[in-house]
């Protein structure tokens, strides 16, 4: 009886996440990526096309994360049920930190997930988020945002607003900030939610730069929007 119980009862992994509930890959029904692939802007564009989907991207803090996370999900959760998982794709960067959190919210919802993200997160061996079915990177020189003194998006970000139907940023760095002001001149439908960068990461990161302690977690995005 009780090998029968043991064997019926399989384990559940859980992992430890800025989310109260992170379920395991398999309780997610998150796989293994499909798709992880080197590509030009003009290729993941054809890509987007062929699959007749509307593109939900979503912006905002990666590595610099939330001080609110819990806030953010919240959020996030709300914007994905006025979407239809059937006819939406939801893309984001690639990674799991921070605005990556929002891949497991969206394959719990039944939505195919898509990362853009520059080559340099492959050649710094950045980890890939578990909930992302389909990866491009994209030669890339930068992280993204624009190119150097000019207004002239990085081949990442070009990537990223091109496809994009819809861009909402909560919060948001440089990047993000550029990619949404792109996105708007562009005619792209856009919307940004205020929301601090994690205060405790902002503290030390400035200290390990000898630069002088943060007072504002606002994002670089909030500046413009």
Request: a positive charge; aromatic letters at 8%.
């Amino acid at each position: 009886m009780i090998t029968q119980l043991t064997q019926a009862v399989k384990p559940v992994a859980f992992c430890l996440s800025l989310l109260t509930l992170c379920f395991a890959q398999t309780a997610l029904g998150c796989d293994p990526p499909s798709t992880i692939k080197e590509a030009a802007p003009a290729e993941i564009r054809a890509f987007f096309k062929g699959k007749s989907l509307k593109v939900l991207t979503f912006l905002g803090y990666s590595g610099a994360e939330y001080e609110n996370m819990r806030l953010m999900i919240k959020q996030v959760t709300r914007i994905l049920d006025q979407f239809d998982p059937n006819k939406t794709i939801v893309n984001i960067g690639a990674t799991p930190e921070g605005i990556g959190a929002i891949y497991e919210v969206a394959k719990r919802k039944g939505f195919t997930t898509s990362g853009i993200v520059s080559t340099q997160a492959r050649e710094g061996n950045v980890v890939l988020s578990p909930c992302v079915d389909i990866v491009f990177y994209v030669n890339d020189a930068t992280w993204g945002g624009f190119l150097p003194g000019t207004e002239t998006l990085s081949p990442t970000s070009t990537a990223m607003v091109e496809n994009s139907n819809v861009m909402i940023a909560i919060g948001g760095g440089e990047v993000a900030r550029d990619e949404l002001m792109a996105a708007k001149r562009a005619g792209k439908q856009i919307r940004f939610i205020p929301a601090d960068m994690n205060h405790r990461i902002a503290r030390e990161k400035a200290s390990k730069k000898g630069q002088p302690v943060p007072t504002d977690f606002r994002g670089a995005a909030a500046a413009v929007f």
